[in-house]
């Protein structure tokens, strides 16, 4: 049975849909996913499942808007497209470490790609390879221009990020499964 990673977004932050990890854990379990683990509170979920991935997105969706009464993107990606995902990654090992995976719900098309390259800011990098935008910043996420609701309204694809930190984490716990 295949082993997924699910990337929700926007949950737990700022006091703002609330999702209770323990909660969720049970949701996916009763509704027949196996061996259901969360990572830390962002909404990180390796479980494992018969289903194809995008019709997991789409359950997820709807046991979350239906259990807590909110929408929530969802991305699912299997252990192997997360770990080329990382693999991808365009950056130096040292700024790698340091820099944002922005996993995105398509591959944007080449046109609205060369057109985010004019938003480019001093002190920031971003690539975008395939369904992911990787972003570099030498003074710190915190400092940056960079936006990810503009990049998304200007790729027309939504998406949501993960620290380098937490994506080798959620590649050791999803290939633990396997």
Known sequence: MPTYI???RGINVGGHKKVPMSELRDLLTNAGFQNVQTYIQ???IIFQSSKKASELETEIQKLIHSHFGFEV??????????????????????KKEHCYFILLSNI????????????????????????????????GYGRTKFNMNTYERKLKV??????YKTMVKL???SSDLN
């Open 73 to 94: 993107s969802v991305i699912v990606k299997t252990n192997n497209e997360l770990q080329a995902i990382f693999d991808r990654c365009p950056f130096s090992e040292e």
């Open 6 to 8: 699910a990337l929700l």
């Open 158 to 163: 939504t998406g949501t990020a993960r620290n």
């Open 108 to 139: 944007p098309d080449e046109h609205l790609i060369e057109k985010t390259q004019e938003m480019i800011y001093e002190n920031e990098e971003v690539v975008i390879k395939n369904d992911c935008l990787y972003f570099y910043s030498s003074t």
């Open 171 to 173: 590649l050791s716990l």
């Open 42 to 44: 962002s909404g990180n």
